[in-house]
């Protein structure tokens, strides 16, 4: 779902990217970048839920709301440190793309709720 919420935004914010979500902090993130981010992740939230694992309609959309906003917030906070370090890439790994941290920001950022809310909405 966070590989959903990139390409989403990516693909959003280049096409119709105007208006900077945080100029300061991440200048290329925009609302519309958040908006394409949030259709693809909750759409495949919904999929994954529906079609895997057999769950409610409802938990999928829940999964995908709460993963598209902690991947955001996970996204800008791992910016913030970038900025406040004064580098570009957390890692020689993936040069040019962030580093190796820009791949996990997100991930770290929405293991627990999205274990929370599987475990206690569609395994329990």
Known sequence: MTIASD????????????????????????????????????????????????????IGICLGLIAVVMATLGDLCESVIKRDLGIKDMSRIIPGHGGLMDRLDSLLATIAPIWLLLHYGVFS
């Not at 208006?19 to 970048?33: D, L, N, Q, T």
Request: no cysteine; aromatic share 16%; charged share 10%.
């Open 7 to 58: 390409i989403g935004g990516y693909v959003a914010g280049v096409l119709f990217g105007k208006h900077p979500m945080a100029p300061v902090i991440s200048p290329k993130k925009s609302w519309e970048g958040f908006a394409g981010s949030l259709v693809a992740t909750v759409a495949a939230g919904w999929a994954l839920v529906v079609f895997l694992l057999d769950g409610a309609w409802w």
